[in-house]
């Protein structure tokens, strides 16, 4: 169970791996401790592979992550997650849209909880999850990361 602090164009992140998967992907440090407080600070191959990933992330070259994954939530946050990861690349839907998705068209405000949540940001692509009027609401990174993350893919999304 480990640890490992990169500075990225949207500020540190911090990486977990637990048992051979990413179990976290977190902006601020605190938030990770309250699942990861047992984890210790070691680059393993997948934490550099993932920070690799990352890296050609924002560079453009990369529009879909290969990693094993590992979130820890309730059965319904992980429905939630899962459904994140079918959102394409550049592309934005609404928390209804997932809502619907995962077949509980009325659940759109738990939907948000549960995105609110996810644990492993930017690779399970919470940030693509928008107002049902297109607005940008809530991110745990940040409102103007989101605005980034959603830029560059919009810059990057019928690259090569």
Request: with cysteine.
């Amino acid at each position: 169970m480990y640890y490992q602090r990169y500075a990225f164009p949207v500020g540190d992140l911090y990486l977990f791996e637990k048992d051979g998967c990413l179990s976290g992907l977190y902006f601020h440090f605190p938030d990770a401790l309250r699942s990861h407080n047992d984890y210790k600070p070691k680059e393993t191959e997948l934490i550099r592979t993932a920070r690799s990933q990352l890296e050609d992330y924002f560079a453009g070259k990369r529009k879909a992550f290969d990693l094993p994954l590992a979130p820890k939530g309730t059965p319904f946050q992980l429905d939630v997650w899962e459904a994140l990861k079918t959102i394409p690349y550049g592309e934005t839907v609404s928390y209804g849209d997932i809502a619907a998705r995962i077949g509980r068209p009325k659940a759109f405000r738990a939907v948000g909880l549960a995105n609110n949540r996810n644990p492993i940001s930017i690779i399970v692509p919470c940030h693509r999850v928008v107002g049902a009027s297109g607005k940008l609401v809530g991110y745990g990174g940040g409102i103007e990361n989101k605005k980034l993350l959603l830029d560059l893919e919009k810059q990057y999304k019928n690259a090569q």
